[in-house]
């Protein structure tokens, strides 16, 4: 069930398994925009993603901080932050678990469609989601530094 | 000597004349003559009381001798012989015809009726002519009626006439002054837009940098120019022309009055139709004057502008464009040309570069999403969030479209929206992730135009704008309207020229990949010019005639009209462009591009700074 980017570049077809954390299509959307860097063929979209990851990390905090005050409405809006950008590069696992954040933070289930008013309960389901979100960052991020590698690697 | 037997041809009053004259018994009174060839009236009084009734019916001696006088006979006069009275009597009257004589009765039918002597007219007149004088009054007075008849419902025509024609030259005039009306509103909305998009310059600070750069260029000088004149006196030149509008009418009402004054006479004569045919061809002569006026009034920069406002296509073509692509549309694709180069899509050919307000919080979707407007050409102003949004929108700063992110701190982007619509019409397209029926609808309630779901993909966007900035597409070159503004083929000119780079572009992306140094820095560096020269059409376009238009042109390939610049193209279409060495003198060549050039590798950062490390 991996999934390869067969890179833009042609010539080398270089493939990379991002294995379920990137949905390609939407990650290739960015690499194409690397497409005649002059400095560097990939410095558009590494700034993208290592910029994200960097969000990411400083939202996470934020989230820490806003589950130690109980705010759910903080939660929500920084789950929802992260939710967009994560789902615009295609990081399909971190935006799965910033919308289950969002929604929670809103007194919602984890689908959004149903309110939850058990603050506790969703305080304890952002919590976890918490933690594996920033699994998955960590995990994206080491993807990203060995296909960037990979890349630097190429040229 | 029965008269009954006698030929029919002898006249009744002769045969009873004659019959009278056998009776013996009025020898006395009336009788032969002496020789037979006459006969004597005796006794004047004794005839006309006795005999004349029996035989005539009558007792009028003078009526008597007027039938005598009809059929010719002749009274004998006495005194002939001098001073010897009549044989008969002083008072006898002795009457003579050729033909009438005694025992004779074969001749009476050479008396006839003789038709009026002209000497006997004196008596005609004094019978007829009153019948007839009557009968010609009569004809007279209805005559007379007819003509007052013909002459009252000949003013009425006239009046009609002229009531129509009064009315044709008021609505002629109304159709003037709607085109005349029409071409201000169009003016004055381009000059506000030019205005508009001069302030929204503004919002973009390396537009102002290169600002004083791109002044120097002799074509945005003259859009400087132009487009100072415009917005300054827009409202003014309106008035001017509704002067010039009525001296027109001024000028033509003498022609009316004319035609008015020259239907007089027919009423009293019957030349009608020589003043009505008079009358039309006046109206023909005024109305082709109109027309004549009319072209030139409408469009009498049209020519210069290229801006024909019969074509609403044309609006995207007013002038103000022409900074905004000097300034920010070549900067930026000097800059990030390169990114565009692998583009699989075609460039969305724009007149301009459309003006984007992204508004977002978040980075990476700021940064993606102008990356990805940038490489459609786009020229693009970040908030980030919706009360930066509407600050941009209050300071004057125009877009054609605005992305808008709705879940916001500080001011989300419904309520920016609800605000912004408040003065604002912009298209503003909602970009959420809350896609649910319910939201959008709430999108739409608060001014949105539509929706565009996240995480939106490069295609999504693009087919976003060009839904909503249609408008700014330009026009294929077989649509192109017949022109009264000689630029437009120009203008149509270039969605070809330009589809062809990006076409030459993209097609470049593969052979150049192959090589294996598709990210090669070097091999990109020449594509910037090219993404110069996509704006630089532009400017010569609206400051200069067709030909210096195309020439401004490197390539021209795909357009029907093309074939007259063929010559004129800088360098041959297609791959060949692409090398950098190519590219470079190719540009150096036109010295206009060579400065916007300039202008270009002044220009420095995009205002998104994305793409660059961070």
Request: hydrophobic share 30%; charged share 25%; aromatic share 8%.
């Amino acid at each position: 069930m991996s999934l390869y980017i067969a890179h833009a570049n042609e010539a080398s077809h270089q493939e990379f398994d991002f294995g379920d954390n990137v949905d390609v299509g939407t990650f290739e959307q960015i690499l194409d925009m690397d497409e005649g860097e002059e400095d560097d063929g990939h410095e558009f979209s590494r700034s993208i993603v290592f910029g994200f990851l960097e969000q990411a990390e400083t939202t996470f905090v934020k989230m820490e901080r806003a589950l130690k005050e109980n705010d759910l409405r903080q939660l929500s809006e920084l789950g929802h932050y992260l939710k967009g950008s994560s789902a615009t590069l295609g990081f399909t696992k971190v935006k799965d678990q910033c919308e289950k954040i969002q929604h929670w933070g809103a007194r919602k289930d984890e689908t959004g469609s149903n309110p939850e008013t058990d603050d506790k309960k969703n305080l304890k389901l952002i919590n976890e989601s918490l933690k594996k979100v920033r699994e998955n960052v960590e995990e994206v991020n080491n993807l990203m530094v060995k296909y960037y590698k990979q890349l630097e690697g190429e040229e | 000597m029965d008269i009954a037997g006698q030929n029919n041809n002898s006249s009744d009053f002769v045969r009873k004349l004659y019959k009278m004259l056998e009776d013996p018994s009025y020898s006395s009174v009336v009788r032969w003559g002496d020789d037979g060839d006459s006969f004597v009236v005796l006794e004047n009084e004794k005839f006309t009381k006795h005999i004349l009734p029996k035989h005539f019916k009558h007792s009028n001696f003078a009526s008597f001798v007027r039938q005598l006088n009809k059929y010719d006979f002749h009274k004998v006069r006495q005194n002939n012989e001098d001073g010897q009275q009549s044989q008969y009597g002083a008072n006898a009257w002795e009457f003579k015809h050729p033909e009438f004589k005694a025992n004779s009765k074969d001749t009476l039918d050479n008396i006839r009726r003789k038709a009026p002597a002209p000497r006997k007219q004196g008596q005609v007149s004094e019978e007829l002519p009153i019948q007839q004088i009557d009968l010609m009054n009569q004809q007279i007075v209805a005559q007379a009626q007819q003509i007052q008849m013909l002459e009252a419902s000949n003013h009425e025509l006239r009046i009609n006439h002229q009531t129509v024609v009064q009315e044709l030259v008021r609505l002629h005039r109304t159709v003037l002054n709607h085109d005349r009306i029409m071409q201000d509103v169009m003016k004055y909305l381009n000059s506000v837009d030019a205005q508009q998009r001069r302030n929204s310059k503004t919002l973009f600070p390396n537009a102002q940098e290169n600002a004083p750069g791109s002044n120097l260029t002799p074509t945005s000088q003259n859009i400087a120019a132009a487009d100072d004149e415009i917005p300054a006196s827009p409202l003014q030149h309106a008035q001017q022309l509704m002067q010039e509008y009525n001296a027109d009418s001024q000028l033509n009402f003498p022609g009316l009055e004319q035609i008015s004054t020259a239907y007089q006479p027919p009423a009293n004569s019957n030349g009608v139709r020589g003043p009505g045919s008079a009358h039309s061809s006046g109206s023909m002569g005024y109305s082709k004057l109109s027309d004549g006026q009319l072209e030139q009034i409408v469009y009498p920069m049209g020519a210069n502008n290229g801006i024909d406002p019969m074509y609403a296509e044309h609006l995207p073509n007013i002038p103000y464009p022409m900074p905004g692509k000097e300034a920010d549309g070549a900067e930026l694709r000097g800059k990030y040309a390169e990114s565009r180069k692998k583009s699989n899509y075609n460039d969305p050919n724009w007149v301009r570069s459309p003006r984007i307000l992204l508004v977002e919080d978040d980075p990476t979707c700021r940064q993606i999403g102008a990356k990805f407007l940038y490489s459609f050409s786009c020229v693009i102003d970040t908030a980030l969030d919706g009360l930066e949004a509407v600050s941009k929108i209050q300071e004057g700063g125009k877009y054609d479209l605005i992305l808008m992110d709705i879940i916001m701190p500080n001011l989300d982007g419904v309520s920016a929206c609800h605000i912004i619509r408040q003065f604002d019409r912009t298209p503003i397209v909602a970009m959420t992730s809350n896609i649910r029926s319910d939201d959008i609808q709430m999108y739409f309630q608060h001014g949105m135009d539509d929706v565009l779901p996240k995480p939106f993909t490069r295609k999504s966007l693009l087919d976003m704008l060009e839904k909503h900035l249609i408008h700014m597409k330009k026009l294929p070159s077989g649509m192109d309207p017949p022109p009264t503004a000689g630029v437009n083929p120009s203008l149509t000119t270039q969605p070809s020229s330009t589809h062809s780079v990006r076409d030459d572009m993209s097609a470049a992306a593969s052979p150049a990949g192959s090589t294996g140094t598709w990210n090669s820095p070097s091999q990109y560096s020449g594509v910037s010019p090219i993404a110069g020269t996509m704006g630089m059409p532009y400017n010569t376009t609206y400051m200069d005639s067709n030909n210096t238009a195309y020439q401004s042109q490197p390539h021209t390939p795909l357009v029907p009209r093309g074939a007259m610049q063929a010559a004129q193209i800088a360098g041959p279409p297609g791959p060949h462009r692409r090398g950098p060495s190519d590219m470079g003198p190719q540009d150096m060549n036109q010295a206009k591009r060579q400065r916007v050039s300039g202008n270009f590798s002044g220009s420095t950062a995009m205002p998104v700074p994305m793409g660059r490390p961070q």
